[in-house]
């Protein structure tokens, strides 16, 4: 199954170049396992799905380590049925898949619980696709109803929903939303915003 | 039908605050039939559908004016089940929405032949995403169809297509691939990125 993202990082600082160079060196030990592309408005990472909110967590953690303003947006994707398929995608080998959406929720949120702390506080808003055919907003309705409790959850937004919390919880949720919902070898699009040392007064 | 976006803006420089600051003003012409919220991730306009880009437009034009990189990045959906209908959201009121593919693209590709330039060159990638049962591929396709034929198209890429062109153009494309592609009362989303002053070399 065809799996990737197109990320882009905006340091809001005038030296957003030297702070995405130093960023892009943590995904340093992805780049065996990720095709990656670059051009004016975002970078390619096409990989294992499992790997693709690790490595924007990585990435991400590094740019904002610099204490300026950070976002992270992404257009994530997997089963897109106009990619090529791609051997360096490998299929979700967890059967777990198949399971009803209860399960599927216990399961996300244990993952959740076992992502380790990164020390980083970020904001997360996202929103889940799951296109063609099906009960769409089940999966949807079900993956709020894990996300309410993640232990990340800040609230519910028009076309959206939002995180806070440690960059290693914030990113396993936003993993697990992506893998576990929708159906296992179905279209799956997630559009991903996330921000760290925001001025803003909440 | 509920429409609306969460959008952001991104300028990499010391002073993002001030250009955001300066550059939301360029909505004030729209207050009056948008609702508008901001918190420190996103802002929320929820308005008529066909008000949406030239907001948008307007908006990412007035903080590029500014000379530095700038990024807007945006959520922009219709027809969402999962809001509640809003009196503001007024219905797509176009009845070519009934018509087959091949006369929406033609009706398309008209109407950003009469969008007027606005003297600022952008670089936007998206990608469409009408939600639900139906032939969502086919809808996604008829709309790389008319892109390709809209003046402003760049290349397709992985999981979106990017254009580049005179705000103008490229905002009206935009705005004609979300409204006229997908069922007219279904539900569409659109993962948007427009960039502006960009120091990458192409």
Same mark, same amino acid.
């Given at each position: 199954?065809f799996?990737? @993202?197109?990320?882009?990082?905006?340091?809001?600082?005038?030296? $957003?170049?030297?702070?995405?160079?130093?960023?892009?060196?943590a995904?340093?030990?992805?780049?065996?396992?990720?095709?990656?592309? +670059?051009?004016?408005?975002?970078?390619?990472?096409?990989?294992?799905?499992?790997?693709? $909110?690790?490595?924007?967590?990585?990435?991400?953690?590094?740019?904002?380590?610099?204490?300026?303003?950070?976002?992270l947006?992404?257009?994530?994707?997997?089963?897109?049925?106009?990619e090529p398929?791609?051997?360096?995608c490998?299929?979700?080998?967890?059967?777990?898949?198949?399971?009803?959406?209860?399960?599927?929720?216990?399961?996300?949120?244990?993952?959740?619980a076992?992502?380790?702390?990164?020390?980083?506080?970020?904001a997360?808003?996202?929103s889940?696709?799951?296109?063609?055919?099906?009960?769409?907003?089940?999966?949807?309705?079900?993956?709020?109803?894990?996300l309410?409790?993640?232990?990340?959850?800040?609230?519910?937004?028009?076309?959206? +929903?939002?995180?806070?919390?440690?960059?290693?919880?914030?990113?396993a +949720?936003?993993?697990?939303? $992506?893998?576990? $919902?929708?159906?296992?070898?179905?279209?799956?699009?997630?559009?991903?915003t996330?921000? @760290?040392?925001?001025p803003?007064k909440?």
């Amino acid at each position: 199954m065809f799996s990737g @993202a197109q990320i882009s990082l905006y340091p809001m600082t005038d030296d $957003f170049v030297g702070v995405i160079l130093k960023a892009i060196t943590a995904l340093d030990p992805y780049r065996p396992r990720f095709r990656i592309a +670059t051009d004016d408005v975002s970078t390619l990472l096409v990989g294992p799905p499992e790997e693709l $909110f690790p490595a924007m967590r990585d990435l991400f953690v590094s740019a904002a380590a610099s204490g300026h303003h950070c976002v992270l947006s992404a257009a994530v994707s997997r089963g897109c049925p106009g990619e090529p398929d791609d051997p360096i995608c490998t299929p979700i080998n967890d059967s777990r898949h198949g399971e009803p959406l209860e399960a599927r929720i216990a399961a996300a949120r244990q993952a959740v619980a076992r992502a380790g702390l990164v020390g980083h506080s970020v904001a997360a808003q996202f929103s889940l696709y799951p296109l063609g055919d099906g009960h769409h907003m089940d999966e949807i309705y079900g993956c709020i109803d894990f996300l309410k409790t993640s232990g990340v959850f800040e609230k519910s937004k028009n076309f959206c +929903t939002k995180l806070r919390g440690d960059a290693g919880p914030v990113f396993a +949720t936003l993993s697990e939303a $992506f893998l576990r $919902f929708g159906a296992p070898e179905g279209h799956v699009a997630l559009d991903l915003t996330v921000s @760290a040392n925001s001025p803003s007064k909440l």
